[in-house]
Nanobody, 119 residues
């Protein structure tokens, strides 16, 4: 099984920055792409960034494009989300996702980390 643990969330003022980390453990060799999602109260979970297995290909939601950067360090089994120029509308619980393809296609989720952007 794959286990994910997010960290780095917290309270930040508008215009500030945070760096989220997601450490994977377990059967990490089965992980292909990794993603960050977020979910605000009363809203559906939103895909905001995805990175390919090698880190060469990345994709972002329009709402975060140019402000957020996803990266991964496969040697550390960790994916990061650098968040700059944060806005109040970025406030949400941020979840790490790992997609695996070994013996089927599965999505693995962390418990989430709260990001609050407020003045």
């Amino acid at each position: 099984q794959v286990h994910l643990a997010e960290s780095g969330g917290g309270l930040v003022q508008p215009g500030g920055s945070l760096r989220l980390s997601c450490a994977a453990s377990g059967f990490t060799s089965s992980i292909n792409s990794m993603s960050w999602y977020r979910q605000a109260p009363g809203k559906e979970r939103e895909l905001i960034a995805t990175i390919s297995s090698t880190g060469v290909i990345t994709n972002y939601a329009d709402s975060v494009k140019g402000r957020f950067t996803i990266s991964r360090d496969n040697a550390k089994n960790t994916v990061y989300l650098q968040m700059n120029s944060l806005k109040p509308e970025d406030t949400a619980v941020y979840y790490c996702n790992a997609r695996t393809y070994f013996q089927g296609n599965f999505d693995h989720w962390g418990q989430g980390t709260q990001v609050t952007v407020s003045s």
